[in-house]
């Protein structure tokens, strides 16, 4: 239970709070010492007091004055502080409007090998980190780096780090991080190689799979990945799973996947469409273009008849028939590494 009474300082109206101190128990233990030196000393030279002041000693007959549990300390009267990131490291003065369009614009990373790819690629991007203390001697560089720039870190426990990063699979870092965001269509034809190829995906939202998806592309050479919602490549496990790959994508916004597809048709790209359908080539036999965009889809409906119809040329990966498909992630992996084999390693 919390006491509070007002008084005038300085600054004017400041309320005071009573609150229960931490060492309460240390307190009264200490207290208790002092009671019964101060008794002793009463027992060797209280009567000589006495006898000089011709009183009894009233003290000895009252009970021992408890030391309180309580604490006194002033806090301004002012509106409670609103809690910054989740209360997660502080309070600030931050306006609740302002605070929810920070977060919309914000994302939290994990893991080891993401993190430092972000740091290595991205550190303005950081805002805010947590670390537990077995990893910052790998990080040792970012630590010096966010202190020098005034960027918050904190070395924390691992039910800590659990509550920041959202999960168990935090692998011992998790940094706050400005969003990205997709780019347009013409920025990216502005800035692409003769020798292209570009990853479209059809409703494949599986994080686990964006993110081997992301390692793939960034092994064999892709840089740009037709999605549309762009922010599903920097969920949490998405760029944990591609293990710092995804630094190296650049997200494309699709208003409109088969209008996105025609944009890159006009600008020289072949649409490759991948499917087990009669009249689709085995990927072994076909010889790749150097500027196409391969067209993925779900691994259960594959892709919708609009989409495939959009398609120049079809594909299929040959193999035992045992099995109806393979994940969208380790198919997107082998008909990269063909296109790469026919136009980048050579």
Not at 95 to 119: H, S, V, W
Not at 260 to 281: E, P
Request: charge should be positive; hydrophobic fraction near 30%; include cysteine.
């Amino acid at each position: 239970m919390n006491d509070s009474n007002d008084f005038s300082g300085k600054n004017g109206k400041v309320k005071v709070m009573y609150v229960r101190s931490e060492d309460q128990n240390d307190g009264q233990h200490k207290g208790k010492r002092q009671q019964d030196n101060r008794r002793g000393n009463n027992k060797r030279d209280g009567g000589r007091r006495n006898e000089r002041s011709g009183r009894p000693d009233d003290r000895r007959s009252q009970p021992p004055r408890e030391r309180s549990a309580w604490r006194t300390v002033s806090k301004p009267n002012t509106d409670e502080l609103v809690n910054d990131h989740g209360g997660i490291s502080g309070k600030s003065q931050i306006d609740p409007e302002q605070l929810r369009k920070q977060r919309l614009e914000e994302t939290r990373i994990y893991g080891e090998n993401a993190c430092q790819a972000m740091f290595k690629n991205r550190p303005d991007a950081i805002v805010r980190a947590w670390f537990l203390q077995s990893v910052t001697p790998r990080f040792r560089d970012a630590l010096k780096w966010m202190a020098a720039n005034r960027k918050a870190y904190h070395v924390v426990d691992d039910e800590e780090l659990t509550k920041a990063s959202g999960t168990e699979h935090h692998g011992g870092v998790c940094f706050l991080i400005k969003k990205r965001g997709g780019m347009s269509v013409e920025t990216y034809l502005e800035q692409a190689p003769a020798k292209d190829c570009v990853l479209a995906l059809e409703d494949v939202g599986n994080p686990h799979n964006l993110g081997g998806i992301m390692r793939s592309c960034a092994h064999f050479g892709i840089q740009g990945v037709i999605l549309q919602d762009a922010g599903m490549l920097e969920s949490g496990a998405a760029i944990r799973t591609a293990e710092g790959g995804a630094e190296h994508i650049k997200a494309i916004d699709a208003d409109g996947l088969s209008a996105t597809l025609n944009h890159f048709r006009q600008a020289g790209y072949t649409i490759v469409t991948t499917s087990s359908h009669k009249g689709s080539q085995d990927i072994a036999k076909a010889q790749l273009p150097e500027k196409m965009v391969l067209v993925l889809g779900q691994e259960r409906d594959g892709l919708s008849d609009s989409v495939w119809d959009e398609g120049d040329m079809s594909l299929y990966i040959g193999g035992t028939g045992k099995v109806e498909s393979l994940n969208v992630s380790v198919a997107t992996g082998i008909m990269l590494a063909q296109w790469w084999q026919q136009n980048k390693a050579k």
